[in-house]
């Protein structure tokens, strides 16, 4: 999924970039004046960067969201013994959520990125460009550089953790409980 996110946010900001400096055009029409072979790298691009992933992310962001505020609600209202069965309870249901959803939300996004990632690409880049972040998101170096993000992630992670620890964490529960008491108070009739 992190690769997925990092090569999406690379097309994305190439497109965004790209973007801005050229007159808004429609897509559709883009698509229908590029050439055969220039949408076949456009559909390659689009299928290389993983581009159903911004689906899936908007489908999951909402659910994260949610869990994320019933954990603070469940700190504010729910006594200690008692969150930890809450929370496996409601994470198993958005757990159900995303499993019944997801496929619907990638057989949707299958189904449009033709339509609407593919004649992005093919009106923002020349052919030779698509060639280029093919050869980008096919290389065995950036590969090899993912296969190493997770254990750069857990190094730094871990480091941080240590470092900041004893200083966030207390400043992070306060937070969820101002967080807990705002949402009693709101709930309040």
Known sequence: ??????AVAVIAASVVTAHAAEPAKAPASAASAASPAKIELAKRVAQLAHSDAIAMAMLQRPVADAMQQANAVLQGRVAADK???????????AKKFLDENS???QKSAEKLIPTTIVPLLAERFTEDELRQIIAMLESPLKKKYEALLPEMEKALGEKVAKEVGPTIDPKLTDLKQRIGLRLR???MP
């Open 1 to 6: 999924m992190l690769k997925s996110a990092i």
């Open 103 to 105: 496929p619907v939300v």
């Open 185 to 187: 108070t709101a709930a």
């Open 83 to 93: 969150q930890a069965a809450a929370l496996k309870d409601i994470s198993a249901e």
